[in-house]
């Protein structure tokens, strides 16, 4: 099977789901890794078909939500400096950092500029040479191989006013901090685009040593209803791809390549799992020039957080969003209070948006 339409066959769920049915022996908790994976498992009511025995929770594969309070007051202060116009992707817009968010600023005379690629915030530093164009790279292994092309090009074609502030982070380290501190789960369904760059090796630790059950998964939802038959089924614990369409044991060495020629590894924090070691991608020395927290020296007070909101705990897969006080009440898609309500990969937005589907 190639085509989206028959990962939707509804003949084909309804059998992949009995499959599943006949196969549990016991109760089974997973952890769907990736936003776009949450989303689709309440677009399609996946959880209305799969046996009470599987509970799914949901992880910190959303970009937006896992990027600190701190990173969006550097972009802030960034953005209220002299001639600088700040390009970024939309969902950044209404997070909420310490004590602003970039839409207020905006609103309130910054240059914010929301742009759908690098290649969009290079057009714009060409045509404003005069401006700083400074874009936020937030994401995974899956985006970071255009934010480092976009830096080989600048450095290439002598573009200096062009720079990037680096968020960048890496899925599996993220993950092992999670095991490692006694993540109640039996397995992980794995981002199926991340892994696409990354291949499984990185993985591998999670099945050897937290023998935490792994499938690289796909998003449609016979996709991941295929990942969960393979995770019942898995013993030893391994990584294995259901994603075979876009994912590869090695990934893609190119884009890898391409990574580590810009970025070299960090530790970073995560907002809700905190610091952890080598998980982040921070700007080489060799294009300290591009680089914004170079360029720039942000300096912000020590962030805040709002204590009510518990996107950490959402994000460690510890509770449920329906288990937060704020949900649909103070917290909405309207009056997001979390980055887990303001990104459209998290989970918050996934349960406001899909409430009446909630099972349990
Ligand atoms: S419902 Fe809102 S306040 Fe509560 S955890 Fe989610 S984003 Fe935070």
Known sequence: M???????????IAKEAAHIRAAVNRKWRFMEVCGTHTMSIFRFALRQILPGDI???????????VTPNGYLDKAIAIAGMKNVIIAT???????????????????????????????????????????????LGVGFETTVPTVAKSIIIAKKAGLKNYSVLSAHKTMPEAL????GSGL????????????????????RFL???????????????????????????????KVEIQYKRIAAPGGNPKARVCIYKVFEKCDSVWRGIGRVADSGLKIKKAYADLDAEVKFHPRVRPPKEDKRCRC?????????????????????????????????EGTCAAYYKYRGNING
């Not at 085509?3 to 084909?12: G, H, I, M």
């Not at 609103?107 to 401006?131: C, F």
Request: a negative charge.
């Open 2 to 12: 190639k085509y989206v339409d028959e990962f939707r066959d509804e003949v084909l």
């Open 184 to 203: 109640n789960v039996d397995g992980f369904i794995l981002p199926g685009h991340v892994s696409a760059i990354t291949g499984t090796s990185p993985y």
């Open 312 to 344: 950490g705990d959402v994000l460690r897969g510890l509770i449920a969003p329906t288990e937060c006080m704020l949900f649909g009440k103070a917290c909405t898609s309207q009056h997001p209070i979390g980055a887990c309500m303001v990104s459209s």
């Open 207 to 237: 099945a050897k040593i937290y023998k935490k059950r792994c499938v690289v998964s796909g998003f449609e939802p016979l996709d991941i209803l295929q990942s969960i038959s393979i995770l019942i089924k898995q013993s030893p614990a």
């Open 89 to 135: 992707f939309g969902d950044m817009l209404r997070v909420p950092g310490s004590h602003s968010t970039l839409e207020i600023q905006k609103a309130d005379g910054r240059d914010i500029r929301t742009v759908y690629s690098t290649t969009d915030a290079l057009e714009i530093a060409e045509k404003y040479p005069t401006k700083e164009v400074v874009f």
């Open 55 to 65: 509970e799914l929770v949901s992880g910190p594969g959303c970009p937006v939500c």
């Open 176 to 179: 092992g901090s999670l095991a």
